[in-house]
T-cell receptor, first 114, second 115 residues
Framework: GQNIDQPTEMTATEGAIVQINCTYQTSGFNGLFWYQQHAGEAPTFLSYNVLDGLEEKGRFSSFLSRSKGYSYLLLKELQMKDSASYLCAVRDGRGYNQGGKLIFGQGTELSVKP | NAGVTQTPKFQVLKTGQSMTLQCAQDMNHEYMSWYRQDPGMGLRLIHYSVGAGITDQGEVPNGYNVSRSTTEDFPLRLLSAAPSQTSVYFC??????????????FGQGTRLTVV
């Protein structure tokens, strides 16, 4: 079956580093995405991994291990505005005319405290 | 620079009423999708389309219809609203994998309450 797991909530301190983990089990794999969603707003794209390793984008990095079905999102130098929900999504590589359907985890609510 | 536009932003329906949620994108994306988001459930796929004239069901299609007559528009129809359809609905669009940036772009959402 299809399953994506993330912690429900996390708390961290302003200026610190936080790592949000995501594990997945899907029928196939055609890429993993991280999105940020502030309360009452639409999700916005943060990062994409399709090969193993680390992708870095400013204060945000994302890591993927396909053999372990595991990814993490690393946020450095946390700011208050980083308080949001972080969604892990896997494109499963099947359906969508073989491009793959996007399957979301339930999201991790991150609270950044002063 | 409109991106993905959803209307309306808020809607209250009575049980049994029907309505259409509108979604339009101006990025010439082939893929379009509808999701619903409920507390603790993440985003769940309702219906999707890989191009004009082609649609298919996602994880939770019951009670919803879609059609795709143009590349730009992908309306979602609620046939007979039920309280269980109270949710936030998001439309998203993207290029197919292998055709440039493939992340999904989301509309601002429609907050629907069925009473």
């Amino acid at each position: 079956g299809q399953n994506i797991d993330q912690p429900t909530e996390m708390t961290a301190t302003e200026g610190a580093i936080v790592q949000i983990n995501c594990t997945y089990q899907t029928s196939g794999f055609n890429g993993l995405f991280w999105y940020q969603q502030h309360a009452g707003e639409a999700p916005t794209f943060l990062s994409y991994n399709v090969l193993d390793g680390l992708e870095e984008k400013g204060r945000f990095s994302s890591f993927l291990s396909r053999s372990k079905g595991y990814s993490y999102l690393l946020l450095k130098e946390l700011q208050m505005k980083d308080s949001a929900s972080y969604l892990c999504a896997v494109r499963d590589g099947r359906g969508y005319n073989q491009g793959g359907k996007l399957i979301f985890g339930q999201g991790t609510e991150l609270s950044v405290k002063p | 620079n409109a991106g993905v536009t959803q209307t309306p932003k808020f809607q209250v329906l009575k049980t049994g009423q029907s309505m259409t949620l509108q979604c339009a994108q101006d990025m010439n994306h082939e893929y379009m999708s509808w999701y619903r988001q409920d507390p603790g459930m993440g985003l769940r796929l309702i219906h999707y389309s890989v191009g004009a004239g082609i649609t298919d069901q996602g994880e939770v299609p019951n009670g919803y219809n879609v059609s795709r007559s143009t590349t730009e528009d992908f309306p979602l129809r609620l046939l007979s609203a039920a309280p269980s359809q109270t949710s936030v609905y998001f439309c998203a669009s993207s290029y197919p994998p292998g055709q440039g940036a493939t992340e999904a772009f989301f509309g601002q959402g429609t907050r629907l309450t069925v009473v």
